[in-house]
């Protein structure tokens, strides 16, 4: 594998969760969310991989799992998560880039990456990683932000954004930070191998006045129908997919779990508080009880 990866973003010493979420006025934002995840989710499940768990936000919402994996670049998130779900066996937390997961093909019956594919220079190489670590069948929520929506077309039609909302190619409004054309995404899904099942627009009403002078219940039910016109258009800012790992790759055998992340050496070797991989002599420690596949000690 290459030694060149694209750049991540950096949401160490982060308080998104408190700021963005919490002390942000997102109510409407997090609960029409919740209802996209509940119509998309399988209700039961095996494993459950989170890519970019951050906080943990959405975690408990993946109820119908008997395990969850929550995996996320920022080792100050992942500690956050821990605080607010706890240490049981039901979770992992691993701290490790979505462009290099360390974990064996086929692994996981279904794997989630809500507000996380917004921070890829390259989603094309997150999307096939995520297509490797899951079984052939497995569901795969995918929520994007999407470039071509009302406001956005809007300020381009009245000239106050240079940028089209109609064209494929990627907006970065902020350094890794991109708002995504949904047939780009759509194409970049098919390349992974997945076959794209369900799409529902959210947060149609994602502005301060409505948020403001609607009361919460209300907008979020009117979401909720609109959310439904999703495999149709999709003009909302934010789209989640669902989508089903196609063809007939290898499915993981029963005891196997962790990779390399740099050879994809399997199964690594338990040492105290670290794993090592006899395949390429590197050791991945494991700090504060997270698995740490970032950068070898
Ligand atoms: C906007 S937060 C979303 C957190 C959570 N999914 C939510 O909706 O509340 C994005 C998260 O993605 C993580 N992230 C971004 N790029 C990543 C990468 N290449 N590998 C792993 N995590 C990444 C960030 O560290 C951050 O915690």
Not at 184 to 193: E, I, S, T, Y
């Amino acid at each position: 594998m290459s030694q060149s990866r694209p750049p991540v973003i950096n949401y160490e010493g982060s308080d998104y969760q408190q700021s963005f979420w919490e002390q942000g006025n997102r109510l409407y934002e997090d609960q029409v969310e919740a209802v996209a995840l509940r119509r998309l989710l399988p209700t039961a499940g095996r494993l459950l991989l989170e890519i970019g768990a951050g906080a943990g936000r959405n975690t408990p919402r993946y109820a119908g799992f008997e395990r969850v994996v929550l995996l996320d670049y920022s080792l100050t998130q992942l500690l956050q998560a821990a605080q607010r779900l706890g240490r049981t066996s039901r979770y992992t937390y691993v701290a490790a880039d979505a462009y290099r997961l360390p974990f064996v093909d086929g692994l996981f019956d279904a794997a989630t990456m809500i507000r996380t594919l917004h921070h890829m220079a390259d989603p094309l190489l997150s999307l096939r990683q995520t297509r490797r670590v899951l079984q052939p069948g497995g569901t795969f929520i995918l929520e994007y932000a999407n470039k071509q929506n009302v406001k956005a077309i809007l300020r381009y039609l009245l000239r106050r954004q240079s940028w089209s909302p109609f064209s494929p190619e990627a907006v970065e409004f902020a350094e890794l930070n991109f708002d995504f054309h949904p047939r780009a995404v759509r194409d970049w899904l098919a390349q992974a191998g997945f076959g794209l099942e369900r799409s529902l627009t959210v947060s149609h009403f994602r502005v301060g006045l409505l948020k403001r002078i609607v009361p919460l219940r209300l907008l979020v039910g009117m979401d909720a129908l609109a959310q439904l016109t999703g495999d149709w258009w999709q003009l909302s800012p934010s789209v989640f997919t669902r989508s089903r790992a196609a063809g007939e790759t290898p499915q993981a055998a029963a005891e196997a779990f962790f990779c390399c992340p740099m050879c994809r050496h399997a199964p690594l070797t338990e040492q105290p508080e670290a794993l090592a991989c006899s395949g390429c002599g590197r050791v991945w420690a494991m700090r504060e009880g997270i698995y740490d596949f970032r950068n070898p000690i």
